[in-house]
Nanobody, 124 residues
Framework: QVQLVESGGGLVQPGSSLRLSCVVSGLALRDYRVGWLRQAPGKKREELFCIGRRGNSRLYADAVSGRFTVSRDNTKNAAYLQMDALNPVDPATYYC?????????????????WGQGTQVTVSS
């Protein structure tokens, strides 16, 4: 049974940082690309990044450019989303997801497996 468990979300003040983790079980993460996506209430789901099987990443969302970064550790079957300079446009439920192909040049949002999401709230 494949499971993706996100953690690290929470309530923070503007300008703060959070690091989200996505721990995977039931398969070898090295065989999958990892996507990080978010969805705010009443808004469409937005794909932020894809990180390929060898660690190469693609940024899809200009809103997080220069503030968010992604990484992965295949030895731990885990991926990470480092979020700095959080601001009021960032509150959402954040998801990690897996797909067996390489990262596409443009966001497609198609993934085989999804986590349950972790909530991020930014408020002063």
């Amino acid at each position: 049974q494949v499971q993706l468990v996100e953690s690290g979300g929470g309530l923070v003040q503007p300008g703060s940082s959070l690091r989200l983790s996505c721990v995977v079980s039931g398969l070898a993460l090295r065989d999958y690309r990892v996507g990080w996506l978010r969805q705010a209430p009443g808004k469409k789901r937005e794909e932020l990044f894809c990180i390929g099987r060898r660690g190469n990443s693609r940024l899809y969302a200009d809103a997080v450019s220069g503030r968010f970064t992604v990484s992965r550790d295949n030895t731990k079957n885990a991926a990470y989303l480092q979020m700095d300079a959080l601001n009021p446009v960032d509150p959402a439920t954040y998801y990690c997801a897996l797909h067996h192909t390489s990262c596409p040049e443009v966001s497609e949002g198609f993934y085989d497996y999804w986590g349950q999401g972790t909530q991020v709230t930014v408020s002063s």
